[in-house]
C-alpha cells in the first residue's frame, strides 16, 4: 500500500462506455480503457487490508492476489503485476471482461464509499501484458506420459486443459461444436468479448501443447466408452446448457425462441460460421426477452444491434431494491437493481409479470403475450395473480431467458455418473465422479454460474486429476507447484 490516504483522497473512476448511438451500430467492444495515470489512482485507493475481503470467499472464487496487483499498478510495477495476477487466474482477459465482480462487492472500502476499481485494473494489466509481449506459452519441461480427455472447451475445460498440460500431461479437448470456446464463443455476444480475444488465448494454449478436436460430440461421434479406453483420465466440462422452458399455450408457434439459439446465431454470423438452423433476427420486429437475467440482458443489447423496433424485457419477480437489499449484507453480492449497458442502450424493463399465453396471427406466428401481474404468495412463497390485471404485449419475436436446468449429452448416460438432486454431474470434494477416472468442473458439476467460478472449477479439477494420476497411475515428481507457475 504507497498511498495511505488514497482511499480518501481519491474517488472511484469506471472505464468510460461508447456513447450509445455510436455502439449500437457495431459489434465492437463496448468499454474504453482508462489511462494509465487514472489507473495507477485507482490502485492507490486500495487500502491493503488486513483482512482482505476482496479476494476471500465471498469475494474473488479463485482467490486472485488483489492487494498485491494493486499495489504493483499503483507503484507503475506492471510486470510483476502481470505475475500475480496469472499466479491464481488463467483467463483474466475473460474475467476482466465478463465477470460481475464479486470481488468489488466484498471490497471493504464498499462499505463507505465506492469499492476499488478491481476488475478495471485487472483487465488493464492483462491487455498490458499481451500488447508488451509478457504472456507466453508454458509448455511443461518434462512429459508424464498420462493422456487426459477434457470434454468441453468452454473457461472450466479451457482452465483444465492448461493446468494439466503445464503438470506434463497430454491433453486433448473434444468440442461439438466447429470452434473452441464454448459459452465465450457462442453465448456472449462481441459487444462484451470480441472473439480474437478468445482466440488469443486459445493459441497460448494450442503453443503449449494442447490438442483441440472440434465438431466430435463425445457420445454421438464418439463412444464414451472410447474415452475411457484411450485416456488414463477424463475431466467433464461440458457445461449445463439445459434452457429452463415456458410450457404455457401458445409456446409451439412460430417466432419464440431460446435465448441462446438467438445468442449462438449472430455470434456465428459475425464468425462467418453456417448458422444450420432458420435465421433469427430481430430487425423490424418487435422483441420480448422474458427473463429479467445476464441472458436476457445480452438479448436486449444484440435486439437493438439487429434494428429491433422495440424491445421489452419481462421478469417475474419484483423489482429489486435501489440499494443492496437486508438479505444480502456486505460482503455478499447485493441483491439489487441493475442497470446494465444494455438497458442504457434502451427498451422497456417490467417486473412482476407472468407469461399466461402465447396469441397466434393467422400465419401460426406469435403476435402477442398474454400477461398478468402478480405479487408474491404467501409466506413469500411463489406468486399470485392480481385479479383483473391480464394483458397483452405485442411480440413478433419472443426470447426465453429464464435460465438454465443442467447439463445434457447422450456421454452421461454412456459413461453411468450419477446425477445430484439438481440433475447436476454428482462429484466429491475432488471432482471425482462415481466413474473411475472420470472428473467433472465447471457449470456441469455446479450448475449455471460465473465464469470465474468455471476457472476455479477448472483449475480445482486439474489438480486431482493430477494427483490421481501421479498417485494412482505411477507417475514420478510432484502434483504441486503448477498454480505457482505464473509469467504468461
Ligand atoms: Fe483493497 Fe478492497 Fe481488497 Fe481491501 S478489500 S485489499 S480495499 S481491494
Known sequence: MGDLTGFMKLKRVDAPRRPV?????????????????VLRDQGARCMDCGVPFCQGDTGCPVQNLIPEWNDHVYRGRWQEALTALHSTNNFPDFTGRICPAPCEAACVLGIIDQPVSIKQIELAIIDRG?????????????????????????????????????MGHSVVVFEKDERVGG???????????????????????VDEGVVFRTGVEVGVDLPAEALLADFDAVCLAGGAQTPRDLPVPGRELQGIHFAMDYLAQQNRRLNGDELRDEP?????????????????SDCLGTSHRQGATEVVQIEIMPTPPLQRAESTPWPYWP??????????????????????????????????????????????????????????????????????????????????????????VKANRDHATNVEG???????????SLIVWAIREGRDAAAAIDRYLREGAGVGGSAAGVGERAVG
Do not use: C
Open 335 to 424: 441483491m439489487k437493481l441493475r442497470t446494465s449497458h444494455a438497458h442504457e442502450e434502451g427498451g422497456q424493463r417490467e417486473w412482476s409479470i407472468m407469461t399466461k399465453r402465447f396469441l397466434a396471427d393467422e400465419d401460426g406466428r406469435v403476435r402477442a403475450i398474454e400477461a398478468v401481474r402478480v405479487e408474491p404468495g404467501p409466506d413469500g412463497r411463489g406468486f399470485v395473480e392480481i385479479p383483473g390485471s391480464a394483458f397483452e404485449i405485442e411480440a413478433d419475436l419472443v426470447l426465453l431467458a429464464m435460465g438454465f436446468t443442467g447439463p445434457y449429452g447422450a456421454i452421461l448416460d454412456q459413461l453411468g455418473v450419477e446425477r445430484d438432486q439438481r440433475s447436476n
Open 21 to 37: 448511438p455510436l455502439r449500437v451500430l457495431d459489434w465492437r467492444d463496448l468499454y474504453e480503457s482508462l489511462p494509465e495515470n
Open 183 to 205: 459459452l465465450l464463443r457462442y453465448g456472449i455476444p462481441d459487444f462484451k468479448i470480441e472473439k480474437w480475444v478468445v482466440d488469443r488465448r486459445i493459441q497460448q494454449i
Open 280 to 296: 433469427i433476427l430481430a430487425e423490424g420486429k418487435r422483441v420480448v426477452v422474458i427473463g429479467g437475467g445476464d441472458t436476457g
Open 438 to 448: 472420470v472428473y467433472v468442473a465447471g457449470d456441469m458439476r455446479m450448475g449455471a
Open 130 to 166: 499481451f500488447a508488451e509481449g509478457w504472456v507466453k506459452p508454458q509448455p511443461p519441461e518434462e512429459e508424464t506420459g498420462r493422456r487426459v480427455a477434457v470434454v468441453g472447451s468452454g473457461p472450466a475445460g479451457l482452465a483444465a486443459a492448461q493446468q494439466l498440460r503445464r
